[in-house]
């Protein structure tokens, strides 16, 4: 089982639509989860992170945690095409290292 | 300058070259990373360096070997890579190691050829 598990998609929405982007963890003990936005060929940029169970909202961002669940997600309201990038998950346990997964691939079609 | 600067942003290399990859940070930040990052692959965490101290070197083949002089700056040096290693390889940088978000450069496209 991968550490941290994305789908890879593509993941297509129309403009002005949510978009749910999905992530879910192995480890138990992981304390702290970043969602981190890669333009293609370029580097990775944070977007948002959450440290506590709930929802955390950032403008047109939400990101969701549930420890029992081992799942986090980013929800991305009224998708623009300038959304379109590939979306990395990363958490983070007790030794501070972080864990990516493979990222999902977003689509925003006008 | 501000964040993270990489260079070179691009490196073409012979496996027998011997070359070196630059990472400085702006940002006042304690830690600094080395990723590699392949195509259709997730992010590979190589090398951890805390307050100048390297604290995890993550099972990285020797050929490549990391330096780091102070908290700002971070080097690798390369020497006798093997085609596999083409890859981006980014450096990154966070206030603490522990849970604090990286913040990333720009990377370094490495061809060899």
């Known amino acids: 089982q991968k550490e941290v598990e994305q789908n890879s998609g593509p993941l297509s929405v129309p403009e002005g639509a949510i978009a749910s982007l999905n992530c879910t963890y192995s480890?138990?003990?992981?304390?702290?989860f970043f969602w981190y936005r890669q333009y293609s060929g370029k580097s990775p940029e944070l977007i948002m992170f959450i440290y506590s169970n709930g929802d955390k909202e950032d403008g047109r961002f939400t990101a969701q945690l549930n420890k029992a669940s081992q799942y986090v997600s980013l929800l991305i309201r009224d998708s623009q095409p300038s959304d379109s990038a590939t979306y990395l998950c990363?958490?983070?346990?007790?030794?501070?290292?972080?864990?990516f997964g493979q990222g999902t691939t977003l689509q925003v079609k006008p | 300058e501000t964040g993270v600067t990489q260079t070179p942003r691009h490196l073409v290399m012979g496996m027998t070259n011997k070359k070196s990859l630059k990472c400085e940070q702006h940002l006042g930040h304690n830690a600094m990373y080395w990723y590699k990052q392949s195509a259709k692959k997730p992010l590979e965490l190589m090398f951890v360096?805390?307050?100048?101290?390297?604290?995890e070197n993550n099972s990285v083949p020797s050929r490549f070997s990391p330096e780091c002089p102070n908290s700002s700056h971070l080097f690798l040096h390369l020497h006798t890579l093997q085609p596999e290693d083409s890859a981006l390889y980014l450096c990154a940088s966070s206030q603490e190691m522990d849970d604090q978000p990286q913040h990333f450069g720009d990377g370094t496209r490495l061809s060899i050829l």
């Open positions: 480890d138990r003990g992981s304390q702290s």
């Open positions: 360096y805390n307050f100048k101290e390297q604290t």
């Open positions: 990363a958490v983070s346990g007790n030794t501070g290292k972080l864990i």
